[in-house]
């Protein structure tokens, strides 16, 4: 089930709504929960029994490591296995093919395998249990003693798909003390409609522009068609995951959490390191404090930090796919990280604005190819047509033809993708009379009647994270 759908939209938000507010507050977290585990079954019937296990292994390890906070070797070996047999399922589930097709390749044999349908979210929630383990551990949270409560943080709904990671001490308190008001409610409404607004009205009109030119032959692609499916999707990634991450922190609002924010108009940062700042915010943080730190961050020798860094993205890369595409994108950031550190960041920082910008949206799309090509041949070759080898020259009919059917609605997409349309909106409604949060409200319902009229209609919907 996915936000975006008619039947979250009227049938299943709707009760779980009523019922969460109807019910008592000592059993609103198992309704919570009941309400997250239908969520989840309604797509993956078979792997919430997967689910549950993590759930249950999860919460006596916790227990485990907790009763023997003073004896440093049994917590230890209990802290060693949980994060073993986490990263095993995580391992098996999403990355088993591609080790064996790897193999296969290297060796020249022909090990036998069977596809595995990857369990949507599985790289979300088990972040979220390694980071509850290794915080109990390390004793920065108390252990939860309630699994209801604990299953709740694994599975609950409006996060449990794509995210934005929650670590547990972010939400601990939450979870059992949590404040419901109409004010909350109004504002997460608010992040949701418009986190719904960009999935389907921007992302998935901008997606078929990509769609169309991926699905065309090589030799059909010129310069520009290129460059136009590499900025359609660099625009439709972010309307599409951010635009997710909006509905999911709107969600939590609306059931009394609070979600860290996980995009921050990253297509407006003049560096690689500062987009790495304001994109997937959530997954960046969790690689840092976690895996990043813990190497010995940056207070090591320049070596040893060049070392890390590759290590964190080589992992950042392969934990969106089991592909080397991804593996490959990852270190692409880890390099173009290292040379702005160590070569060229004081001479991008005295570059103009405009250019500095120019230079961070080149390297974004052409990173994205990486992201959205189904192997490393694909990327090489796409990426050849966008720097007129081997494709059709710099411009054709169906170029010109993509670019005066799409110019307008890139445009909005990208000023879309800025802060400033919000800002002016909160300067024409909020910063005025108190009367004119009506005005809002009648824009909301407006662009909400929109989005359904639109999604009654599509035949289009995609969610591109759910691939991860």
Not at 66 to 86: G, H, T, W, Y
Not at 274 to 279: D, L, T, V
Not at 396 to 406: C, E, G, I, M, Q
Not at 414 to 429: C, D, E, M, N
Request: glycine share 8%; aromatic share 18%; charged share 10%.
């Amino acid at each position: 089930m996915v936000f975006s759908s008619l039947v979250f939209l009227f049938t299943f938000l709707p009760i779980t709504l009523v019922v969460y507010y109807l019910a008592p507050w000592k059993i609103k977290n198992i309704v919570l929960l009941i309400a997250s585990l239908v969520f989840y079954a309604w797509g993956e019937p078979v792997y919430i029994i997967l689910m549950l296990l993590s759930i249950t292994f999860n919460y006596f390890m916790g227990r485990d490591i907790d009763f023997n906070q003073d004896e440093p070797v049994k917590k230890k070996r209990s802290l060693i296995l949980a994060i073993v047999v986490n990263i095993f399922i995580l391992g098996f589930f999403k990355y088993y093919v591609f080790l064996v097709q790897t193999i296969n390749s290297i060796l020249s044999i022909n090990i036998p395998y069977r596809e595995l349908a990857l369990p949507i979210g599985i790289s979300f929630y088990t972040f979220q249990t390694l980071s509850y383990i290794i915080d109990v551990y390390m004793g920065k949270v108390k252990v939860q003693k309630n699994i209801f409560n604990f299953g709740l943080y694994v599975s609950l709904f409006p996060q449990l798909i794509a995210g934005p990671i929650i670590k547990y001490i972010d939400v601990a308190n939450q979870i059992e003390h949590r404040k419901l008001s109409i004010d909350s409610f109004g504002v997460g409404t608010m992040y949701f409609i418009r986190g719904l607004a960009k999935k389907v009205l921007l992302a998935n009109n901008i997606g078929l522009l990509h769609t169309a030119i991926i699905g065309m032959e090589f030799s059909e692609i010129s310069v520009l068609t290129a460059w136009l499916g590499g900025i359609a999707y660099t625009l439709q990634i972010y309307f599409d995951f951010g635009g997710y991450s909006d509905m999911a922190i709107g969600l939590g609002r609306m059931l009394g959490f609070n979600f860290m924010k996980n995009f921050d108009y990253p297509y407006i940062s003049k560096s690689i390191t500062e987009f790495w700042h304001r994109w997937h915010i959530s997954l960046s943080t969790w690689f840092k404090e976690y895996v990043y730190i813990p190497l010995g961050g940056n207070k090591v020798s320049v070596p040893r930090h060049i070392i890390n860094i590759m290590i964190v993205w080589f992992l950042t890369g392969l934990w969106h796919g089991a592909s080397w595409n991804f593996v490959v994108w990852g270190l692409y950031y880890g390099v173009l990280l290292l040379i702005e550190k160590y070569i060229l960041g004081k001479y991008i920082g005295k570059m103009p604005q405009v250019l500095q910008h120019i230079y961070l949206v080149v390297i974004v799309i052409i990173g994205w190819v990486f992201f959205f090509s189904p192997d490393m041949g694909y990327a090489a070759r796409y990426i050849g047509c966008m720097f007129g080898v081997g494709g059709a020259g710099f411009i054709n009919k169906s170029a010109v033809y993509y670019f005066l059917t799409n110019i307008i609605l890139i445009l909005i997409c990208a000023i879309g993708s800025t802060p400033y349309v919000h800002r002016l909106f909160k300067i024409l409604v909020f910063k005025t009379k108190k009367k004119h949060i009506w005005s809002a409200v009648v824009i909301y319902g407006i662009l909400f009647l929109i989005v359904i009229a639109y999604l009654v209609s599509a035949t289009y919907n995609p969610f591109l994270y759910f691939r991860f």
